[in-house]
């Protein structure tokens, strides 16, 4: 592994990377850890050239890496690079350095776990339910609209439903206070012409026994029983119970099939489980928590994650 790097570019708080990066280190794996929205330009400097073969260097105060010798990217949560309400002059700076410094590292030549451009056409919930379906996941009756007479045929069909947003999204809610907007049951009376002031998600209600949280790395998958008196146990982890399971037959190929469509090697599933014992995809999230599984259940992801990462290294 002499000289070789895992780069892992994530912010400073990521108790998730901490875990794999961790492993890394017991493997002797050399990490340059790296924060691009925080650190450039402040505290970095990069520079790459472009003729017969591309090459170049990334260095901050503490770390350098020469980025041809960089074999693998943990793409994790990195800070963005435009901040909440910019000047026009932190505009430009952001807008370069997405398309400057955030192109040159989306253009290495090595694996990705995962590419953020992968990513970034994943999490788009239209492209999840087609692919779930053509993978052979069971998937629920989901509307997607902004016409009010169209939700309330679908609520009148599949009655009872519930909304979702399409992505999660700052939200100011009732005293100016943040909020997030969980999976929320919808009573057919309430659909009126306000839905049409903004594309929504209608999904039938699954008359479930249970959730899955499925994340699979790699060839490996991890499947976890979540137990939770809520409709979105996401609403509060720690009022649900958490049991590590074989995956029902079928699922674990299934998912493999759907992250290969999606060119990712990464992805936390989550499921219902009918009242048959049918998983029924709910969404995938192809940059997904997961730390709080390994601390539940033990599931060893960080360990899988640092292999992945490793494959291609010496």
């Not at 105060?61 to 026009?88: C, F, K, M, N, Q």
């Not at 979702?164 to 919808?186: A, Q």
């Not at 192809?286 to 539940?296: D, I, M, T």
Request: with cysteine; charged share 25%; glycine share 8%.
């Amino acid at each position: 592994m002499t000289g070789e790097a895992v780069l892992v570019l994530t912010c400073l708080e990521d108790p998730t990377a901490d875990m794999v990066i961790g492993h890394l280190h017991g493997r002797g794996a050399r990490v340059v850890r790296f924060d691009p929205g925080i650190d450039f330009p402040a505290s970095a400097t990069f520079s790459a050239w472009f003729r017969d073969r591309p090459r170049g260097r990334l260095a901050t105060a503490s770390r350098h890496v020469d980025l041809e010798r960089v074999r693998a990217v943990y793409y994790r949560r990195p800070t963005p690079y435009l901040r909440d309400d910019p000047s026009e002059t932190e505009r430009f700076t952001a807008t370069q350095a997405r398309y400057g410094l955030g192109g040159v590292l989306a253009t290495l030549p090595c694996r990705y776990v995962n590419h953020p451009w992968k990513i970034m056409a994943a999490e788009h919930k239209p492209l999840q339910l087609t692919v779930a379906g053509e993978a052979g996941f069971t998937v629920p009756a989901t509307l997607i609209t902004n016409s009010v007479a169209d939700a309330r045929g679908f609520a009148a069909e599949h009655g009872p439903i519930v909304y979702k947003p399409l992505r999660m999204t700052p939200y100011t809610g009732g005293g100016g206070k943040m909020s997030t907007i969980w999976t929320t049951p919808v009573e057919p009376g309430t659909l009126d012409e306000t839905v049409g002031h903004a594309a929504h998600l209608f999904q039938v209600r699954i008359d479930k026994t249970a959730d899955l949280r499925v994340t699979v790395v790699g060839e490996r998958v991890f499947c976890v029983r979540i137990e939770s008196e809520l409709l979105d146990w996401r609403q509060d982890p720690d009022r649900a119970v958490h049991t590590a399971i074989e995956p029902p037959d079928g699922l674990a190929g299934s998912a493999r099939s759907f992250l290969a469509a999606l060119g990712l090697s990464f992805g936390a599933f989550d499921f219902a489980l009918d009242r048959d014992g049918t998983p029924v995809f709910l969404e995938c999230n192809p940059n997904g928590q997961w730390g709080w599984l390994e601390e539940a259940t033990g599931v060893p992801i960080a360990e899988a994650v640092a292999d992945l990462l490793l494959e291609d290294i010496a």
